[in-house]
Nanobody
Framework: QVQLVESGGGLVQPGGSLTLSCAAS????????MGWYRQAPGKQREVVAT???????NYGDSVKGRFTISRVNAQNTATLQMTSLEPEDTAVYFC???????????WGQGTQVTVAS
């Protein structure tokens, strides 16, 4: 069973930056894909960024050009660098992973990101 642990959330002012980290355990090989989703109050969970072992990235439209995802495949860790943060980025951010393309999704517990002055 893959377990995901996020860290790095917090309060930041508009225009500021924050970095989230995710560490996976329970897999002896690189996870096929790791990434981040987020969910704001009253809204559906949405993709923020994902990155496969092959280097394919997928970003949500609202974060393109501001957020950057990276990972260390051998360690099954992923990092999300967030810049130019806006109040609309306020949400709980969940780490996401799949062992393989068709495997079930694994979720972390979530970390709160609040953008406010």
């Amino acid at each position: 069973q893959v377990q995901l642990v996020e860290s790095g959330g917090g309060l930041v002012q508009p225009g500021g930056s924050l970095t989230l980290s995710c560490a996976a355990s329970g897999s002896n090989s690189p996870l096929y894909v790791m990434g981040w989703y987020r969910q704001a109050p009253g809204k559906q969970r949405e993709v923020v960024a994902t990155l496969s072992t092959g280097g394919h990235t997928n970003y949500g439209d609202s974060v393109k050009g501001r957020f950057t995802i990276s990972r260390v495949n051998a360690q099954n860790t992923a990092t999300l660098q967030m810049t130019s943060l806006e109040p609309e980025d306020t949400a709980v951010y969940f780490c996401y992973a799949r062992r393989t393309l068709l495997a079930s999704v694994n979720w972390g517990q979530g970390t709160q990101v609040t953008v406010a002055s």
